[in-house]
T-cell receptor
């Protein structure tokens, strides 16, 4: 069965620090990959997605992620975080060609200290 | 920006009661989904709906659950006889292309007492 692992439960950073959140998935076939963000009290919002092509994907708010097929990874990065990036971040995977049903990781809570 | 709207935002119900959670997807979207998140756990897929029928459902989506698109705008999730373990945040989502880049609603927090 597909699964998604997010290694960090809670990450605490100071403003301007660089961010990398790990995500690994287990599925041998074609996948579509996503990062969602949930700000406190708000709904899940799509940060970025990968379907095919350039494995380095740029999303909103300065986030990017790199798909490394050999490592089954899709890590999220941001060179300089801001206090407003405080949120929970979810990695998700869907099978390529499926109806888009997502398998989510458990999420990583990011706290940015001003 | 178009939104997926969910009502109510919070519902408290007694065990054994039926609840209906309501969603209004984005108007030109064709694929609809329900997910849930039990407190402290991951977001879990429940069901997807396309062309007026269920296209896929998870093992969580047992006979207690049903979905319906009663008119051209609403998409509902019904739980026939709620259990304590049904307490969770329920998210509706819709997608134009069914490729997973959804728009999520803000969720309905269901508390079963």
């Amino acid at each position: 069965a597909q699964s998604v692992s997010q290694h960090n439960h809670h990450v605490i950073l100071s403003e301007a620090a660089s961010l990398e959140l790990g995500c690994n998935y287990s599925y041998g076939g074609t996948v579509n990959l996503f990062w969602y963000v949930q700000y406190p009290g708000q709904h899940l919002q799509l940060l970025l997605k990968y379907f095919s092509g350039d494995p380095l994907v740029k999303g909103i708010k300065g986030f990017e992620a790199e798909f490394i097929k050999s490592k089954f990874s899709f890590n999220l990065r941001k060179p300089s975080v801001q206090w407003s990036d405080t949120a929970e971040y979810f990695c998700a995977v869907s099978r390529g060609g499926s109806q888009g049903n997502l398998i989510f990781g458990k999420g990583t809570k990011l706290s940015v200290k001003p | 920006e178009p939104e997926v709207t969910q009502t109510p935002s919070h519902q408290v119900t007694q065990m054994g009661q039926e609840v209906i959670l309501r969603c209004v997807p984005i108007s030109n979207h064709l694929y609809f989904y329900w997910y849930r998140q039990i407190l402290g756990q991951k977001v879990e897929f429940l069901v997807s709906f396309y062309n007026n029928e269920i296209s896929e459902k998870s093992e969580i989506f047992d006979d207690q659950f049903s979905v319906e698109r009663p008119d051209g705008s609403n998409f509902t999730l019904k739980i026939r006889s709620t259990k304590l373990e049904d307490s969770a945040m329920y998210f509706c989502a819709s997608s134009e292309l069914g490729t997973g880049g959804y728009t999520f609603g803000s969720g309905t927090r269901l508390t079963v007492v």
